[in-house]
């Protein structure tokens, strides 16, 4: 039987509503059990809030905490081949696509290196004190330090997208900082999750420091974004779900990280216009667009318009549409009917607000199960279109032309979102200013990456706080200020 959750070190038989969970590539059911009610979703958190307050795990040193957990991330890694079966049944991906490295091989990898970057920041540093506050009126010698301590019980909810990724970006840098941790997946993409649970009793964690809940609904999460013994919620969803765990959290002033929704412009200098057909196909191909930081909206010279917009539609009728467990497919299916019929939505709008679909635009008619739906080339007359204003979240791209640099420049900042921007051009030292007059999280200059080392987040709707980085790290700590007097 499917168990529904992990609490203080036991796997849990689900006493809530049935969860169901579906093959998007098949409409087959993958497993039908009850998910976890919401007296066991407070059980886990009172298991979290019980082991933070014992002390064990966050008044080990962090050298002690990973041994703990180096074990964990091995463990992990042994299950490698389970993560990627279930990623393929859950959530779609298919399994030779690049897309499957950044969901599986990418967070093992990243396990370790969050561990050993962990390591290298110091509980405390000393505040840099002009002179002139070093020694006060009467003759004291001051020092100011900066501790860092454990936040307490952080609830991490992960997104559907990818599962085991964003799940194991809360997961490692809450645990190494010394927090106990709430795991709560997506109802679409749960079973992966219990992946952590089997680990976990493999290393020897110490019960309650890591508790994993199902549920088909909604009412854990809200409870886990409401209930005073949690101190942090870190949240991966769409900006719609964000501004409610906000909202919810604010109550009991909890801290929060959102990594939300986005509709990330790529600007595409006149002596680079020619690279943008490759970069479509390769967004489609990225678990079918279903990546917050993907640069859906295109922007390209008018003058190179017309060219950019048949060898797009050139190169994305070349991708092989089919199910995730077949090793010829490039680009899989989306993760429901709800989100098929959005893509389908939003099309439709395009078009009614003056857009040409110049490429897909609808579903497959060679596969009639599966939420398919093709590579789609939109030609957008411009940037107030509702498909270049909301994240669609499906293998839709808007392509927009533009006058010259400043008007892309506007455009691609005429956005509530800003997680992420891209700049492709041969003109580096150009590319570069364009790149630093964008308003986002992330701007990425002829160049991309997911590093351990370095930040990623939000600004405006995409998001509050970083994910990643030194900031990432911090982020599950408090800061507290120490003055000595001599």
């Known amino acids: 039987m499917q168990q529904a959750g992990f609490i203080d070190n036991d796997l849990v038989t689900g006493a809530g509503e049935e969860l169901v969970v579906e093959n998007p590539s098949t409409e087959r059911e993958v497993a039908i059990f009850r998910g976890l009610s919401v007296l066991q979703v407070e059980a886990a958190i009172t298991a ?12 080990r040193s962090s050298r002690e905490r990973a041994v703990v957990l180096r074990r964990f991330a091995d463990a992990l890694a042994r299950r490698a081949a389970e993560i990627t079966r279930l990623v393929v049944e859950e959530a779609g991906c298919p399994i030779k696509s690049s897309s499957m490295s950044s969901q599986v091989h990418l967070p093992l990898r990243q396990a370790h290196e969050i561990i050993e970057f962990f390591l290298t920041l110091p509980e405390f540093e000393e505040n840099p004190l ?11 010698v001051v020092q100011s330090i900066r501790r860092y301590t454990p936040i307490g ?24 900082a010394g927090n106990t941790v709430i795991l709560r997946p997506s109802p679409l993409t749960p079973l992966s999750a219990m992946v952590f649970a089997e680990a976990a009793k493999e290393a020897e964690l110490p019960s309650g420091v890591l508790n994993i809940v199902l549920e088909p609904g909604l009412e854990g999460g809200r409870l886990l974004t409401t ?4 101190d942090m919620v870190a949240f991966t969803g769409s900006s719609t779900v964000g501004v409610h765990v906000m909202a919810q959290a604010a109550s009991t002033m909890k801290r929060v990280q959102l990594e939300l929704g986005g509709k990330s412009a790529q600007i595409f200098l006149p002596d680079s216009a020619e690279r943008a057909a490759a970069m479509a196909a390769g967004i489609c191909t990225a678990h079918a667009a279903q990546g917050c930081a993907l640069g859906t909206r295109i922007f390209v010279p008018d003058t190179r318009k017309a060219e950019v917009l048949e060898q797009m539609a050139a190169a994305v009728s070349r991708i092989r549409i089919g199910p995730a467990h077949d090793p010829q497919s490039q680009m899989g299916p ?9 893509c389908e939505h939003f099309v439709s709008l395009a078009v009614g607000k003056g857009a040409r679909v110049a490429a897909g635009g609808k579903r497959p ?7 398919f739906f093709e590579p789609t080339i939109l030609d957008v007359p411009d940037n107030s279109n509702p498909a270049a204003q909301e994240e669609i979240f499906g293998p839709v791209v808007c392509v927009i032309g533009y006058r010259d640099l400043d008007h892309a420049v506007a455009m691609a900042n005429d956005s509530r979102y800003g997680l992420s921007g891209y700049v492709h051009g041969q003109d580096r030292a150009t590319a570069l200013k364009i790149g630093l007059r964008i308003r986002s999280g992330t701007v990425n200059v002829n160049a991309g990456m997911m590093s351990t080392y370095a930040s990623s987040g939000g600004q405006r709707a995409s998001g509050i706080g970083r994910e990643r980085g030194i900031e990432g790290l911090r982020l599950y700590q408090q800061l507290s200020c120490l003055n000595l007097g001599a």
């Open 334 to 342: 989306v993760i429901s009917a709800a989100q098929r019929a959005r």
């Open 153 to 176: 019980v952080v609830a991490a909810i992960a997104a559907y997208n990818f599962p085991f990724l964003t799940a194991l970006w809360k997961v490692m840098p809450a645990l190494i």
């Open 365 to 371: 008619v060679h596969l009639d199960k599966g939420y």
């Open 227 to 230: 209930h005073p013994g949690v």
């Open 48 to 59: 979290a809030r019980r082991a933070f307050d014992k002390g064990d795990w966050c008044e």
């Open 130 to 140: 002009p002179l002139t506050d070093r020694i006060t009126p009467l003759g004291q």
